[in-house]
């Protein structure tokens, strides 16, 4: 491709970029609180929001029962198919749709999309909606040249990235209803992601006997056992510092206790607690063995404590994403464009977060995670009140994604 196609494409993006922030202003605005994950009116009002540019998505609903097992109300997942000249890869560009619960302490409104001093404030404008407009408007960009393009581009919208994504991504791969050749999924800083962490969740439920808090042998004390398996637990968890990645930007594994409930009252000697712990994996671990040595600790810990039970239940299991051949076209396109755009060298890394782009790794299929974001995660305040964006980010993220999408069409 030539210089003249590149400025070609950044100068449609500039005339346009006043549509693409209305769009993403309206993406904003239907809330996906997940949970209790009601994901499926947000799809529907994108696929309207979509037919204003001829893009025509595929609604996949996945079936209600299914959903309700998850925890979740309704998930509605979207594809858009542009098809090009025979030949050539088909690229998936995938954003998710659901986001956590905004909480209190906003200084801006959750769901307006308002914009103050150059950034876009809302749940989900940096992390990922806001690559719901990143990847349609950069598509929309390179159809604009007019020029012959090989293969095709899938725009894939999803709603499960904070249940596991089994029921996004999952979902359509698992019963065929994508097959790309390469990915780029939804980022959250101006880094390349080649890599993250994996993630395993375990429920410990601890079962003593309820007794009268004046008569401590009428009881078996659930939450002192508790303790004891949180301090074996957290002992172990001082060991992994020990344990280092090779991955740039990804440090050691780690344990973190993030839930704790039981007991009856302050007078009642707790019979049952129930504890929620997330371990992260580093690309490096095997998440088999990773899982035993936890359930190896706990059990070691309460078979010392008499009158105490207690069952373990894997609740959620997140593979690392590693990169597999295949993924340096990405990687290198990627790198090249952001260079030129952003007037800095990007690297491309590892992050310690988990994201559903790991699934189309597990089928087979190269990813890297690049989009819309700050240099660093903190800075968007992903997850926490007042998440926002700097609209000059987008604007520049979107001219990467145009560029590699030409690149890679051509």
Known sequence: ?????????????????????????????????????????????????????????????????????????????????????????????????????PGDGWTYPPYAGEIHDGKIYGRAAAVSKCDFSTYVFAVRALESLGVPLKGSIELQFTYDEEFGGELGPGWLLNNQLTKPDLAVAAGF??????????????????????????VPTSGVDALQAAVKIMNALYALNDTYKSITSKVPGINHPYLN??????????????????????????????????????????EKTWQALPGITVQ??????ARALKPLAGSDALVGALQQHAKTIFNEDVPACGTPLYADARLYCEAGVPVVLYGAGPRTVEESRAKQPDERLDLEDLRRATKVIARTCLDLMS
């Open 1 to 101: 491709m030539t210089t003249a196609d590149y400025n070609r494409l950044d100068q449609w993006i500039d005339a346009h970029f006043d549509e693409q922030v209305a769009f993403l202003q309206s993406v904003l605005s239907v809330p996906t609180d997940t949970p209790p994950g009601n994901n499926t009116p947000h799809a529907l009002h994108t696929a309207e929001l979509l037919k204003k540019y001829d893009m025509q998505a595929q609604a996949h609903a996945v079936p209600a029962e299914v959903v309700h097992a998850a925890g979740l109300e309704s998930i509605t997942n979207l594809i858009v198919k542009r098809q090009y000249g025979q030949g050539g890869r088909v690229l998936a560009l995938n954003a998710h749709g659901d986001v956590v619960p």
């Open 189 to 214: 800083s101006y880094q390349i992601i080649t890599a993250h962490n994996g993630c395993l969740q375990l429920e410990v439920t601890v079962n003593g006997k309820m007794g009268h808090a004046a």
């Open 257 to 298: 206790i993030g839930l704790i409930n039981g007991g009856t009252n302050t007078n009642v000697i707790p019979g049952k607690v129930v504890l929620k712990l997330d371990r992260r994996m580093i690309p490096e671990e095997d998440p088999t063995q990773v899982e035993q040595s936890l359930r190896d600790t706990i």
């Open 312 to 317: 373990t239940r894997r609740i959620l299991l």
